[in-house]
């Protein structure tokens, strides 16, 4: 038995449960116990632990649902997993249900991980946490797995009262509680929690670079994504029957006597864009865009750069939407009758802009970022990059901690392998946008 401990971030316990299930010997048994779990998390697990199942290898999952540590989505995903499910909780005041561990079992070998980390991207990754990983050689060390496992045995085989299988009736309780909360509400909980240390110093405390999670798996996107984009063409169908009903009341008018008075229905495209709530989020740590025209069609147009809705949208927090944009309105209306007033969402946070191989092209400024409501587009413009690039290059957006400016925006001209690589990380557009991008 070998017994090594794990000082996160430095070492990250999510990247050792990577390698224990995707190792050659593959896993027979897989145990995660954890107090809180979030979807990103889950999700980037989703697709190895169904390979196993696959491969007959047992999968049991136990969370608990105390704190608000576990949204509604994530119980919701994981009730269609081909997987053991129980939820934990006691009703008992005063009383949480708080272990994290993990077991990978195979033929040869067994590992444990135990320590302070949840099934969350912090973590796995992020935070500092404490771990101990306990390894086991098989058969020989049978005995000693076995009393582990025991001992761990109220978690591993979680019973009523307390612990229960996640079945369809047992999920539509939890999703109709109220102290459950969704992804939305955890959410506004983080921010109100940020909000709340606005204007206090920081020189109080020290800082320190740590390593973040890994690149977001393609499959963990693609499911946020399309959450999020079939919201949005639900929204656009209201849209749509909002814009024919007025069309239709209008028609009306012009045909009615003469100083008779009808109220035209107000257009739902009039709802603020900051009303709306995704069902669900990553939190990236980078976007990649293929660029369209950088120039502008005519020395009046910027060469503005727009920014898909459903990247917009299923990373809220990495855009600063819509907490840092202040609305604006610009009375001049468009030429056509009934033409509307211009309505922004702006914010001009500072951005770096290089070029990757060009050191010469470096700096910081200023850049509009905004909120198009009049035609539902999210657009940020830079002077020097529609300078600097061409239709097709690749940039990479980052946001920044400890730094001097807020994002930093690197260029990858088409032909560059650095362009190659960041390219393979996108996915080509969807209906809704034809633009080609992708996170990491």
């Known amino acids: 038995m070998l017994v090594n401990f794990l000082a996160q971030p430095q070492e990250q316990l999510g990247?050792?449960?990577?390698?224990?299930?995707?190792?050659?010997?593959?896993?027979t048994c897989v145990t995660i116990v954890s107090a809180f779990?979030?979807?990103?998390?889950?999700?980037?697990?989703k697709q190895r632990l169904y390979e196993l199942h696959a491969a007959s290898a047992r999968i049991r999952i136990v969370v608990g649902v105390d704190m608000g540590g576990t949204s509604k989505e994530v119980l919701k995903e994981l009730a269609t997993w081909p997987a053991e499910v129980?939820?934990?909780?006691?009703?008992?005041?005063?009383?949480?249900?708080?272990?994290?561990?993990?077991?990978?079992?195979?033929?040869?070998?067994?590992?444990?991980?135990?320590?302070?980390?949840?099934?969350?991207?912090?973590?796995?990754?992020?935070?500092?946490?404490?771990?101990?990983?306990?390894?086991?050689?098989?058969?020989?060390?049978?005995?000693?797995?076995?009393?582990?496992?025991?001992?761990?045995?109220?978690?591993i085989e979680p019973t009523l009262p307390t612990g229960r299988r996640l079945?369809?009736?047992?999920?539509?309780?939890?999703?109709?509680?109220?102290?459950?909360?969704?992804?939305?509400?955890?959410?506004?909980?983080?921010?109100?929690?940020?909000?709340?240390?606005?204007?206090?110093?920081?020189d109080v405390f020290g800082y320190e670079v740590t390593p973040?999670?890994?690149?977001?798996?393609?499959?963990v996107q693609q499911v946020v994504m399309a959450a999020v984009r079939h919201q949005l063409d639900q929204l656009d169908a209201q849209k749509e029957r909002a814009r024919r009903q007025r069309k239709a009341v209008e028609k009306q008018a012009i045909a009615s006597a003469a100083g008779t008075s009808i109220i035209l229905p107000e257009l739902e495209a009039k709802t603020d864009p900051r009303s709306f709530v995704p069902v669900a989020q990553i939190a990236p740590v980078a976007f990649y865009l293929e660029l369209t025209m950088t120039k502008g069609s005519s020395g009046k147009i910027p060469g503005e750069q727009r920014i898909p809705l459903e990247a917009l949208n299923a990373a809220q927090d990495f855009w600063g939407w819509p907490d840092n944009y202040v609305k604006s309105i610009n009375p001049r209306k468009g030429d056509a009758p009934g033409g509307e007033e211009r309505v922004y969402f702006n914010w001009k946070p500072k951005w770096r802009i290089r070029s990757v191989g060009e050191p010469e092209k470096d700096i910081v400024q200023d850049i509009r970022m905004y909120f198009y409501q009049n035609s539902s587009d999210f657009r940020f413009h830079s002077g020097d990059l529609a300078k600097w690039a061409q239709a097709g290059d690749m940039v990479r957006i980052t946001r920044c901690e400890n730094e001097p400016y807020v994002y930093e925006c690197v260029l990858a001209v088409d032909g560059t392998l650095q362009h190659k690589a960041w390219k393979a990380l996108c996915k080509p557009g969807s209906g809704r946008s034809r633009r080609v991008f992708g996170f990491s």
Not at 90 to 107: D, L
């Open 167 to 202: 079945d369809e009736d047992y999920l539509n309780l939890l999703v109709a509680r109220s102290d459950i909360p969704t992804d939305a509400d955890s959410r506004e909980r983080r921010k109100a929690a940020r909000s709340a240390s606005d204007g206090v110093s920081d």
């Open 212 to 219: 973040g999670p890994p690149k977001l798996p393609m499959e």
């Open 15 to 27: 990247v050792y449960l990577h390698a224990a299930l995707n190792a050659p010997t593959v896993p």
């Open 86 to 155: 129980f939820v934990f909780k006691n009703r008992k005041s005063g009383v949480t249900f708080h272990p994290k561990f993990y077991i990978v079992e195979t033929a040869h070998y067994a590992e444990i991980f135990l320590g302070s980390n949840n099934l969350t991207d912090g973590g796995l990754y992020g935070n500092y946490e404490g771990a101990v990983r306990v390894t086991y050689q098989l058969p020989a060390e049978a005995i000693q797995l076995d009393v582990a496992k025991q001992q761990l045995n109220k978690f």
């Open 37 to 45: 779990a979030s979807l990103q998390a889950v999700l980037r697990l």
